[in-house]
């Protein structure tokens, strides 16, 4: 779970004023194409956008604002949220996709079919030791599980099945009966589309992120129904916002997931008839613990109808401010665009930090700390604060030639 940075104020004031003047125009040309795509589909009328948590609650909230104060809205589109992650994604849709499986075996490289149990089954389920649960987690290994006998595996279907009939109610809760469903996510790779996509071939679907990208890990479902309006970076250009942003993608990602759990799991309501959407209500959705989220915020705000016909000019010189900031950060931007750590994941159980405190540490630490932390651009003027202006350059100009590995 996210959780609030606890900050000094006058740094909160700093960032607040990087979302607003930097981040601002950026997202404000999202929200205009996001609703400018989907009121271009072949049928609006029968086209649902839907949200997904946690970070599509946040952009649902930007697309909203912009619609009220500029007066383009989504129209004859009709919005919802819905409650989603990769996990959950997984779970609703393993009995009835190759790609839910698959996804699971990427999910959960390196672990053996008694973690993958204990991840799926309902919380406080005990897993008994067996022969079968030690082997290791594959695609195949995962389907034979599933279609084994014995206690482990029957229960696991049976969560499994309750899950698939929870999401897919809730799936059509939301978009009310239209065929064209399009989610939009904050990035970056779009697995959990892939997984909803194969799960539900009853729909016309499509994916809108925030941000994609294609190069770090080349997967052949990244070219199918998705789309990235802000940032779709396919190669590594130096000074291109989309180039940039993939660099330090987990500042986005602390500004747009709001501090609650994942939703991993689905619960049926007390009386039935679907799961239980309180999620979708919870305060903290609203943004006010980020200070880059403020700042967005504010200038969304402040926006009106004149504004349409200069947002693109005015996104395309933010990005290039942030481009700068993140690929060739002065030491004030190190310290403004720096945070961490990441959200603990299966194969990070202690999350990743953005920057690494090295003062007084020995060279051989400072060079290590770069490759360890999540920003290295950020690390590298921490850790070699002269000589980083020279480097970062000559290091971008590398990633180009070696293609961006």
Request: proline share 8%.
């Amino acid at each position: 779970m996210a959780t609030a940075e606890p900050i000094d104020q006058p740094l909160f004031a700093q960032r607040r004023s990087f979302g607003r003047e930097v981040l601002g125009p950026v997202l404000a040309r999202f929200s205009r194409d996001v609703i400018m795509w989907s009121r271009a589909a072949p049928a609006p009328q029968d086209t649902a956008v839907l949200f997904a948590s946690r970070g599509g609650w946040r952009l649902e909230l930007l697309a909203d604002l912009f619609g009220q104060r500029t007066g383009y809205g989504f129209g004859p589109v009709l919005t919802g949220r819905l409650m989603i992650s990769r996990l959950l994604a997984m779970r609703g849709f393993l009995l009835n996709s190759d790609a839910a499986v698959e996804e699971l075996a990427r999910y959960t490289d390196g672990k053996t079919l008694k973690f993958v149990a204990g991840l799926l089954l309902p919380p406080g389920s005990a897993v008994d030791p067996s022969p079968l649960l030690d082997a290791p987690a594959t695609a195949a290994t995962i389907k034979d599980l599933l279609h084994s006998d014995g206690e482990i595996a029957a229960a696991l279907r049976a969560e499994l099945s309750t899950q698939h009939a929870l999401l897919s109610s809730h799936i059509d809760l939301i978009r009310a009966g239209r065929r064209h469903v399009v989610f939009v996510d904050t990035g970056l790779f779009g697995s959990m589309f892939r997984v909803v996509d194969e799960g539900r071939p009853d729909l016309k679907t499509a994916l809108v992120m925030l941000g994609r990208c294609f190069y770090r890990t080349p997967l052949p479902y990244q070219q199918c129904s998705t789309s990235g309006l802000a940032f779709q970076c396919e190669a590594f250009r130096h000074q291109a916002p989309e180039s940039a942003v993939i660099r330090h993608w987990y500042l986005f990602e602390t500004m747009f997931e709001p501090p609650m759990p994942s939703i991993t799991r689905l619960t049926p309501q007390s009386g039935g008839g679907g799961p239980d959407t309180s999620p979708m209500a919870s305060p903290a959705i609203a943004g006010r613990e980020n200070p880059f989220f403020c700042g967005i915020l504010d200038y969304i705000e402040n926006l009106g109808p004149a504004d349409l016909l200069t947002i693109d000019a005015k996104a395309s010189r933010a990005g290039t401010r942030l481009a700068g900031a993140i690929l060739v950060p002065s030491s004030t931007e190190v310290s403004l665009l720096g945070i961490g750590p990441s959200e603990p994941s299966p194969g990070d159980q202690a999350g990743m930090d953005s920057l690494i405190p090295v003062d007084g540490a020995p060279f051989s630490r400072r060079l290590a700390s770069i490759r360890a932390a999540h920003w290295q651009e950020g690390q590298m003027k921490r850790a070699f604060p002269v000589t980083a202006s020279l480097l970062l350059p000559a290091i971008a100009a590398a990633r180009i030639a070696a293609g961006c590995r």
